[in-house]
T-cell receptor, first 112, second 113 residues
Framework: DGGITQSPKYLFRKEGQNVTLSCEQN?????MYWYRQDPGQGLRLIYY???????QKGDIAEGYSVSREKKESFPLTVTSAQKNPTAFYLC???????????FGPGTRLTVL | GENVGLHLPTLSVQEGDNSIINCAYS??????FIWYKQESGKGPQFIID?????DKRQGQRVTVLLNKTVKHLSLQIAATQPGDSAVYFC????????????FGTGTLLAVQP
């Protein structure tokens, strides 16, 4: 059963703590993405990776970090430097060279 | 997410009616467009896409129309059902960047039984 999984669905953290969100895909896609979604706004690109061991900043990368050590995995770390981290985070993947992106179910992060 | 529908334009339709959701895009050089459906608390799901060399494309109960002259995209849903209630996003490709999409803010479709 192919797809993208994100865990956990809900995550709570105290202010000042780093937190890592998981994203795994078994679609054999080369490209993976992280987006942030806030109420009333479109998806905003945080980071993306087109191939293993390579990634680029998106439009709102400040306060976030990623790694791409394996093709299947693209974890996102929300650091204490991110001023407003409470949001819904979406991971996506795509076949290299294709526009269509497939999304995971999302992680709702709440920083208390 | 759960609150993605807040402050969005809302289209309210009766079950069985046709729905038309509109989207204006920004980049005249964009050559690919896609519609996603997002149900509350879930990730977006692909509905239909269209390339700029086409004006219309049909899927099952859905049709996408592209008017490049006015940079306008629309999604038509025939015989709208309660299960169609969701937020609908359009997205366009980012010029010069094969894998990157620019997403609109979305429209909340509310289907009244």
């Amino acid at each position: 059963d192919g797809g993208i999984t994100q865990s956990p669905k809900y995550l709570f953290r105290k202010e000042g703590q780093n937190v890592t969100l998981s994203c795994e895909q078994n679609l054999n896609h080369d490209a993976m993405y992280w987006y942030r979604q806030d109420p009333g706004q479109g998806l905003r690109l945080i980071y993306y990776s087109q191939i293993v061991n390579d990634f680029q900043k998106g439009d709102i990368a400040e306060g976030y970090s990623v790694s791409r050590e394996k093709k299947e995995s693209f974890p996102l770390t929300v650091t204490s430097a991110q001023k407003n981290p409470t949001a819904f985070y979406l991971c996506a993947s795509s076949i290299s060279g294709r526009y269509e992106q497939f999304f995971g179910p999302g992680t709702r992060l709440t920083v208390l | 997410g759960e609150n993605v529908g807040l402050h969005l334009p809302t289209l309210s339709v009766q079950e069985g009616d046709n729905s038309i959701i509109n989207c204006a895009y920004s980049n005249s050089a964009s050559d690919y467009f896609i519609w996603y459906k997002q149900e509350s608390g879930k990730g977006p799901q692909f509905i239909i896409d269209i390339r700029s060399n086409m004006d219309k494309r049909q899927g099952q109960r859905v049709t996408v129309l592209l008017n490049k002259t006015v940079k306008h995209l629309s999604l038509q849903i025939a015989a709208t059902q309660p299960g169609d209630s969701a937020v609908y996003f359009c997205a366009e490709n980012r010029s010069g960047a094969t894998n990157k999409l620019i997403f609109g803010t979305g429209t909340l479709l509310a289907v009244q039984p």
